[in-house]
Protein backbone atom coordinates (compact mmCIF):
# COMPACT_ATOMS: atom_id res chain seq x y z
CA UNK A 1 0.00 0.00 0.00
CA UNK A 2 1.12 3.68 -0.54
CA UNK A 3 0.71 6.35 1.91
CA UNK A 4 1.32 10.36 1.36
CA UNK A 5 2.20 12.88 4.35
CA UNK A 6 1.16 16.51 3.85
CA UNK A 7 2.15 17.99 7.61
CA UNK A 8 0.76 21.60 6.09
CA UNK A 9 -2.98 21.78 6.66
CA UNK A 10 -2.60 25.76 5.99
CA UNK A 11 -0.12 28.16 4.49
CA UNK A 12 -0.17 31.93 3.76
CA UNK A 13 2.04 33.40 1.22
CA UNK A 14 2.54 36.83 0.03
CA UNK A 15 1.37 37.68 -4.00
CA UNK A 16 3.97 37.22 -6.04
CA UNK A 17 6.12 34.87 -3.74
CA UNK A 18 7.40 31.49 -3.87
CA UNK A 19 5.55 28.68 -1.77
CA UNK A 20 6.58 25.40 -0.93
CA UNK A 21 4.33 22.69 -0.44
CA UNK A 22 6.02 19.39 1.68
CA UNK A 23 5.01 16.26 0.10
CA UNK A 24 6.53 12.96 1.39
CA UNK A 25 5.65 9.36 0.58
CA UNK A 26 5.73 5.58 1.45
CA UNK A 27 5.64 2.73 -0.98
CA UNK A 28 7.43 -0.50 -1.51
CA UNK A 29 7.36 0.07 -5.27
CA UNK A 30 10.73 0.69 -7.08
CA UNK A 31 8.46 2.42 -10.23
CA UNK A 32 5.76 4.66 -9.44
CA UNK A 33 4.41 8.15 -10.34
CA UNK A 34 3.87 11.29 -8.20
CA UNK A 35 1.19 14.18 -8.53
CA UNK A 36 0.37 17.35 -7.89
CA UNK A 37 -3.48 18.66 -8.13
CA UNK A 38 -4.97 21.47 -7.30
CA UNK A 39 -8.74 22.06 -6.18
CA UNK A 40 -10.02 25.45 -6.30
CA UNK A 41 -13.64 25.80 -4.34
CA UNK A 42 -15.56 25.21 -7.28
CA UNK A 43 -14.04 21.25 -6.44
CA UNK A 44 -12.86 20.36 -9.56
CA UNK A 45 -9.65 19.07 -9.51
CA UNK A 46 -6.66 20.50 -11.55
CA UNK A 47 -3.61 18.66 -12.82
CA UNK A 48 -0.47 20.29 -12.02
CA UNK A 49 2.56 18.03 -12.39
CA UNK A 50 3.58 14.39 -12.78
CA UNK A 51 7.05 13.29 -11.99
CA UNK A 52 8.01 9.46 -12.30
CA UNK A 53 10.33 7.69 -10.15
CA UNK A 54 13.02 6.67 -12.36
CA UNK A 55 13.83 10.17 -13.92
CA UNK A 56 16.51 12.39 -13.07
CA UNK A 57 15.60 15.59 -13.56
CA UNK A 58 13.00 17.93 -11.36
CA UNK A 59 9.68 18.19 -12.97
CA UNK A 60 8.43 21.55 -14.31
CA UNK A 61 5.63 23.08 -15.35
CA UNK A 62 5.36 26.53 -15.82
CA UNK A 63 5.38 28.42 -12.35
CA UNK A 64 5.70 24.78 -10.57
CA UNK A 65 8.23 22.66 -10.07
CA UNK A 66 8.58 19.32 -8.14
CA UNK A 67 11.74 18.88 -5.88
CA UNK A 68 11.91 15.15 -5.65
CA UNK A 69 14.31 13.92 -3.37
CA UNK A 70 13.91 10.17 -3.57
CA UNK A 71 16.17 9.17 -1.41
CA UNK A 72 14.21 10.95 1.53
CA UNK A 73 11.12 9.98 0.16
CA UNK A 74 10.26 13.48 -0.75
CA UNK A 75 8.07 15.22 -3.43
CA UNK A 76 7.98 18.82 -2.76
CA UNK A 77 6.06 21.43 -5.09
CA UNK A 78 7.12 24.75 -5.59
CA UNK A 79 4.91 27.19 -6.56
CA UNK A 80 6.73 30.68 -8.07
CA UNK A 81 5.55 34.66 -8.31
CA UNK A 82 2.03 33.22 -6.28
CA UNK A 83 -1.26 35.07 -7.99
CA UNK A 84 -4.67 35.62 -6.29
CA UNK A 85 -5.83 32.83 -8.73
CA UNK A 86 -3.74 30.03 -6.87
CA UNK A 87 -5.58 30.25 -3.60
CA UNK A 88 -6.96 26.71 -3.15
CA UNK A 89 -6.36 22.99 -1.75
CA UNK A 90 -3.18 21.38 -3.20
CA UNK A 91 -3.18 17.53 -2.86
CA UNK A 92 0.25 15.08 -3.81
CA UNK A 93 -0.98 11.96 -4.96
CA UNK A 94 1.08 8.42 -5.77
CA UNK A 95 0.36 5.83 -8.31
CA UNK A 96 2.23 2.39 -8.14
CA UNK A 97 1.51 -0.83 -8.95
CA UNK A 98 -1.89 -0.83 -8.01
CA UNK A 99 -2.63 1.93 -10.27
CA UNK A 100 -5.36 3.93 -8.00
CA UNK A 101 -4.05 7.46 -6.45
CA UNK A 102 -3.63 7.08 -2.92
CA UNK A 103 -3.81 11.36 -1.85
CA UNK A 104 -2.67 13.13 1.05
CA UNK A 105 -5.03 15.07 3.24
CA UNK A 106 -4.09 18.06 1.33
CA UNK A 107 -2.56 22.24 2.20
CA UNK A 108 -4.80 24.85 1.94
CA UNK A 109 -3.31 27.82 0.40
CA UNK A 110 -4.25 31.45 0.56
CA UNK A 111 -2.75 34.34 -1.22
CA UNK A 112 -3.07 37.46 0.22
CA UNK A 113 -2.57 40.86 -2.37
CA UNK B 1 -10.31 19.02 -26.83
CA UNK B 2 -13.10 18.93 -24.11
CA UNK B 3 -12.12 17.64 -20.83
CA UNK B 4 -13.71 14.95 -18.32
CA UNK B 5 -17.28 15.46 -18.09
CA UNK B 6 -19.16 14.23 -15.20
CA UNK B 7 -23.22 14.27 -14.75
CA UNK B 8 -24.99 15.69 -13.53
CA UNK B 9 -23.30 18.66 -11.51
CA UNK B 10 -25.49 18.24 -7.91
CA UNK B 11 -27.78 15.71 -6.95
CA UNK B 12 -30.14 15.41 -3.64
CA UNK B 13 -31.32 11.99 -2.87
CA UNK B 14 -33.02 10.44 -0.10
CA UNK B 15 -31.61 7.21 2.28
CA UNK B 16 -32.78 4.29 0.42
CA UNK B 17 -32.65 5.13 -3.04
CA UNK B 18 -29.88 4.42 -5.57
CA UNK B 19 -28.01 6.60 -7.60
CA UNK B 20 -26.10 6.31 -10.74
CA UNK B 21 -23.60 8.84 -11.85
CA UNK B 22 -21.90 9.33 -15.37
CA UNK B 23 -18.52 10.14 -16.65
CA UNK B 24 -17.51 11.04 -20.18
CA UNK B 25 -13.65 10.63 -20.46
CA UNK B 26 -11.38 12.92 -22.68
CA UNK B 27 -12.04 11.75 -26.28
CA UNK B 28 -9.22 8.75 -27.25
CA UNK B 29 -9.26 7.91 -23.22
CA UNK B 30 -9.34 4.00 -22.22
CA UNK B 31 -8.91 4.27 -18.92
CA UNK B 32 -11.53 5.96 -16.07
CA UNK B 33 -11.03 5.44 -12.02
CA UNK B 34 -13.56 7.17 -9.64
CA UNK B 35 -13.07 8.65 -6.14
CA UNK B 36 -15.30 9.49 -3.23
CA UNK B 37 -13.90 12.62 -1.45
CA UNK B 38 -15.48 13.96 2.14
CA UNK B 39 -14.34 16.54 4.87
CA UNK B 40 -13.35 13.39 7.36
CA UNK B 41 -11.90 11.00 5.04
CA UNK B 42 -10.52 13.03 2.06
CA UNK B 43 -9.88 11.13 -1.05
CA UNK B 44 -10.62 7.41 -1.22
CA UNK B 45 -9.77 5.44 -4.57
CA UNK B 46 -13.71 3.24 -5.85
CA UNK B 47 -12.96 2.03 -8.75
CA UNK B 48 -10.35 1.86 -11.97
CA UNK B 49 -11.69 0.75 -15.44
CA UNK B 50 -10.14 -0.03 -18.44
CA UNK B 51 -11.45 -1.16 -21.86
CA UNK B 52 -14.45 -2.80 -20.21
CA UNK B 53 -12.96 -4.26 -17.68
CA UNK B 54 -12.86 -3.64 -14.10
CA UNK B 55 -9.79 -3.90 -13.22
CA UNK B 56 -9.03 -2.52 -9.69
CA UNK B 57 -11.68 -1.61 -7.02
CA UNK B 58 -10.77 -0.04 -3.44
CA UNK B 59 -12.46 -0.86 -0.36
CA UNK B 60 -16.18 0.42 -0.36
CA UNK B 61 -19.25 -2.10 -0.15
CA UNK B 62 -21.01 -3.83 -2.58
CA UNK B 63 -23.56 -0.94 -3.08
CA UNK B 64 -20.99 0.89 -4.96
CA UNK B 65 -20.89 -0.26 -8.72
CA UNK B 66 -19.63 0.59 -11.94
CA UNK B 67 -19.12 -0.19 -15.49
CA UNK B 68 -17.81 1.32 -18.49
CA UNK B 69 -18.91 1.27 -22.14
CA UNK B 70 -17.38 0.43 -25.43
CA UNK B 71 -17.10 4.32 -25.90
CA UNK B 72 -15.14 4.47 -22.27
CA UNK B 73 -18.00 6.41 -20.83
CA UNK B 74 -18.41 5.34 -17.45
CA UNK B 75 -21.10 4.86 -14.85
CA UNK B 76 -20.81 4.65 -10.96
CA UNK B 77 -24.41 3.33 -9.34
CA UNK B 78 -25.19 3.35 -5.10
CA UNK B 79 -27.84 1.60 -4.46
CA UNK B 80 -29.46 1.78 -0.53
CA UNK B 81 -28.49 5.19 -0.44
CA UNK B 82 -27.13 5.90 3.16
CA UNK B 83 -26.05 9.56 5.03
CA UNK B 84 -22.72 8.59 4.71
CA UNK B 85 -22.79 8.62 1.26
CA UNK B 86 -22.91 12.13 0.91
CA UNK B 87 -19.77 13.14 -0.92
CA UNK B 88 -18.10 14.49 -3.69
CA UNK B 89 -17.66 11.95 -6.76
CA UNK B 90 -14.77 12.48 -8.67
CA UNK B 91 -13.68 10.72 -11.97
CA UNK B 92 -10.39 10.66 -13.80
CA UNK B 93 -9.29 9.65 -17.10
CA UNK B 94 -6.24 8.71 -18.77
CA UNK B 95 -4.78 7.71 -22.10
CA UNK B 96 -3.15 4.43 -21.43
CA UNK B 97 -3.20 1.58 -18.77
CA UNK B 98 0.16 2.58 -17.49
CA UNK B 99 0.66 4.15 -13.53
CA UNK B 100 2.87 6.97 -14.63
CA UNK B 101 -0.17 7.79 -17.18
CA UNK B 102 -1.26 11.81 -16.11
CA UNK B 103 -4.83 11.24 -14.94
CA UNK B 104 -7.33 14.30 -15.34
CA UNK B 105 -10.57 14.66 -13.49
CA UNK B 106 -13.40 16.15 -13.94
CA UNK B 107 -15.49 19.01 -11.61
CA UNK B 108 -17.34 15.96 -10.04
CA UNK B 109 -20.85 15.13 -8.86
CA UNK B 110 -22.26 16.40 -5.28
CA UNK B 111 -24.49 14.07 -3.49
CA UNK B 112 -26.17 14.78 -0.69
CA UNK B 113 -28.20 12.25 0.95
CA UNK B 114 -31.07 13.17 3.38
Known amino acids: AQKITQTQPGMFVQEKEAVTLDCTYD???????LFWYKQPSSGEMIFLIY??????QNATEGRYSLNFQKARKSANLVISASQLGDSAMYFC??????????FGAGTTVTVRA | KAGVTQTPRYLIKTRGQQVTLSCSPI?????VSWYQQTPGQGLQFLFE???????NKGNFPGRFSGRQFSNSRSEMNVSTLELGDSALYLCASSLRDSKNEKLFFGSGTQLSVL
Open chain 1, 93 to 102: AIRANDYKLS
Open chain 2, 49 to 55: YFSETQR
Open chain 1, 51 to 56: QGSYDE
Open chain 2, 27 to 31: SGHRS
Open chain 1, 27 to 33: TSDQSYG
